[in-house]
């Protein structure tokens, strides 16, 4: 049985830092391509970033580009977040989200993605 699991959010001040991480479990190998969502209050969910299985190509989003970095770790079956330079609008609850391919790319657009996790919230704030 597929399961991701997110950890890592909380309430962090403008310019701040925090690091997500997706837990994977259950797939068959490591060609699984992870990406990660937000939703704020009101709001569509919007792609943030992916990364691809095999050499781990990576995409994101304009609004996050230069501050988030995506990285995976496969003996660790993890897939982390990076997110520097927080700013208030990027307070959202982020989903980590995964599809079995060995395709070289990944994906930005949520119905790509078949598995999701339940979130994490981020609060950035002062």
């Known amino acids: 049985q597929v399961q991701l699991v997110e950890s890592g959010g909380g309430l962090v001040q403008p310019g701040g830092s925090l690091r997500l991480s997706c837990a994977a479990s259950?797939?068959?190998?490591?060609?699984?391509?992870i990406g990660w969502f937000r939703q704020a209050p009101g709001k569509e969910r919007e792609g943030v970033s992916c990364?691809?299985?095999?050499?781990?190509?990576?995409n994101y989003a304009d609004s996050v580009k230069g501050r988030f970095t995506i990285s995976r770790d496969n003996a660790k079956k993890t897939v982390y977040l990076q997110m520097n330079s927080l700013k208030p609008e990027d307070t959202a609850v982020y989903y980590c989200?995964?599809?079995?391919?060995?395709?070289?790319?990944?994906?930005?657009?949520?119905?790509?993605?078949?598995?999701w996790g339940q979130g994490t919230q981020v609060t950035v704030s002062s």
């Open positions: 989200a995964a599809r079995a391919t060995s395709w070289g790319r990944c994906a930005l657009s949520s119905t790509w993605y078949p598995d």
């Open positions: 259950g797939f068959a190998s490591d060609n699984v391509a």
């Open positions: 990364i691809s299985s095999g050499d781990a190509t990576t």
